[in-house]
């Protein structure tokens, strides 16, 4: 008897499920594109982004009468076109989109955002940058640049304690990110542009090696390019432990970190928009993605493409965006038991809006805390319409990989992750099998040479020919920390005297071996 029941139990769930799924009306809506160029990789990862996001929509609206799936429209223009842009967002609009994803260049945005928020409809803006008007119609996960420029000061000043810095930049526009930087930065700054098509790139590296002005440098090019600024860096001898480095550009995570074997002791880090793990949804295809990059240099670029659009932190962002438009659309159909009445009958001839268009948009900026935990984070909106709550990592790099070192956001500010232990463990083993060159002046009972002179009237540079106080610590510090050392006497048998040249202090003696980089320690 319990058996028939329990059959007859499980076969009246059965039946009450389909009868659901055949009482279920399936919505088709649209939603645009504009790309720059032919974009073939994009579209490819917008076609299994919209997967990803349908996905979640069936998910959401699970047990739902009214069931909705997003399509794809893609508009094709050339590469900063406004006139094509404007055209490409009218025919958008006959096609009844609900939301339209613009293009990169900042005037093809522009004017494509102008079409949208006379409709009404919710536009995605996809470039870097903090002069998009928001409208109250925009949608923008990326991080303001003054939010970039705040986590680069905090980590420059705080966290590395910087007191010169060299910034080299490839793109006159991004130099906006560093606004915050420069505004508050209190030690000198020096900054020459990179630029790879008329090789001035190479005379810019050799200009910080002669002159040795700069040690500490903010790096902004693209990420493609990283591999080659490493080799010449290397090539000029600028990978020792006395250089640091961090880079901008967010896909530098994305490099194979073999680019790094140049290293030779200097610090090199990065900032990082994504959070790869723990997301709430299907993963994009990031191995598609990598197979059709470029093997050294993450995602190429394709000619004519507008720059970015060929990031994968790009492609990611556009992941959590379609996950977001999914989340609003539920949110819009739950709280409003309506279902989405395309906007129907609207051309850029029409003085008509789309009635729905500022409710879903609405629906899709109050998402909470643990509505969307994207791959570049948790997504949430203040007042005024824009993204907050930005987690933006810095993240060490050698040639093991890529190491957390801290993170930054507007409430906690500058956080290290990193515990000591492992910064300690890092020195010793760079210092291990190290030969150091260490200057010294003769100072009895400190260090007393008692070898015999060389060939050539000098004295040998071989510790075993030296002995005293200082000595005795010095080989004490070597055998625990497993480096070799050798001594030399400061050749013009002083600690130093300053000059001023070209308004520059100069020093000679010890102080000028350690000001030039010629030795590790001073005695």
């Known amino acids: 008897m319990h058996t028939n029941s329990a059959t007859y139990g499980l076969w009246l769930i059965s039946f009450l499920r389909l009868a659901i799924l055949a009482l279920c009306d399936t919505q088709e809506v649209n939603v645009g594109f504009i790309l720059e160029g032919p974009a073939e990789r994009e579209t490819t990862v917008i076609q299994k982004a ?18 909705v799936t997003l399509a794809p429209l893609i508009k094709h223009i050339d590469p900063r076109n406004a006139f094509a842009a404007t055209k490409a967002a009218c025919d958008l609009l006959m096609d009844q989109v609900i939301t339209v994803f613009g293009p990169e260049s900042t005037l093809a945005s522009t004017r494509v955002l102008w079409v949208a928020q006379k409709y009404s409809i919710p536009y995605v803006v996809v470039q870097w940058g903090d002069d998009e008007p928001l409208h109250n119609y925009s949608i923008n996960l990326h991080p303001s640049y003054n939010e970039v420029g705040r986590v680069l000061r905090r980590f420059i000043e705080e966290a590395e304690d910087w007191t010169h810095l060299g910034i080299i930049y490839a793109d006159d526009e991004g130099l906006e990110k560093f606004e915050s930087l420069l505004t508050y930065f209190k030690g000198e700054v020096m900054m020459r542009k990179w630029d790879t098509n008329d090789m001035e790139h190479k005379y810019v590296i050799k200009y910080f090696r002669t002159t040795m002005s700069q040690f500490r440098f903010v790096v902004d090019i693209p990420q493609s390019e990283i591999p080659d600024f490493l080799d010449l860096i290397a090539e000029y001898n600028m990978t020792n432990q006395y250089y640091s480095y961090i880079f901008t550009d967010w896909d530098t995570q994305f490099l194979d970190p073999k680019a790094f074997a140049v290293d030779k002791g200097a610090n090199f880090s990065a900032i990082a928009l994504t959070n790869i793990v723990g997301q709430q949804y299907q993963p994009p295809p990031h191995q598609d993605i ?24 790009h492609y990611l962002l556009l992941y959590d965006t379609l996950h977001l438009l999914a989340v609003g659309i539920s949110r819009f159909i739950s709280t409003t038991s309506l279902a989405i009445q395309p906007p129907s009958g609207l051309s ?56 957390e070192f801290g993170y930054w956001n507007e409430i906690d500010e500058f956080v ?20 150091l060159r260490v200057t010294t002046l003769e100072d009895t009972p400190f260090i007393m040479y008692k070898g015999n002179l060389t060939a050539t009237g000098e004295k040998s540079v071989d510790p075993k020919d030296w002995h005293g106080f200082c000595i005795d610590l010095l080989n004490e510090c070597a055998a625990m920390l497993h480096f070799n050392y050798t001594v030399h006497p400061a050749a013009d048998g002083s600690y130093g005297r300053a000059q001023i040249i070209d308004g520059v202090e100069i020093w000679d003696g010890i102080i000028g071996d350690l000001q030039f980089k010629i030795l590790e320690i001073a005695n």
């Open 348 to 403: 850029c001839s029409s003085g008509d809006t789309w009635s729905q268009g500022t409710t879903i948009l609405e629906s899709i900026k109050s998402v909470g805390p643990d509505d969307v935990n994207g791959f570049t984070g948790r997504i949430l909106f203040d007042e005024h319409g824009r993204r907050k709550g930005v987690n933006i990592s810095v993240l060490e790099i050698n040639r093991e990989g890529f190491q």
């Open 50 to 67: 919209i997967t990803a996001a349908n996905r979640k929509l069936a998910e959401l609206l699970s047990g739902q009468s009214h069931q």
């Open 290 to 313: 990598n197979r059709q990059a470029a093997p050294k240099t993450g995602v190429a670029s394709e000619p004519g493409a507008a720059n970015g659009r060929e990031s994968l932190t």
């Open 416 to 435: 290290v992750t990193k515990k000591f232990a492992e910064t300690q463990a890092e020195i010793q083993k760079e210092l291990k099998g190290q030969t």
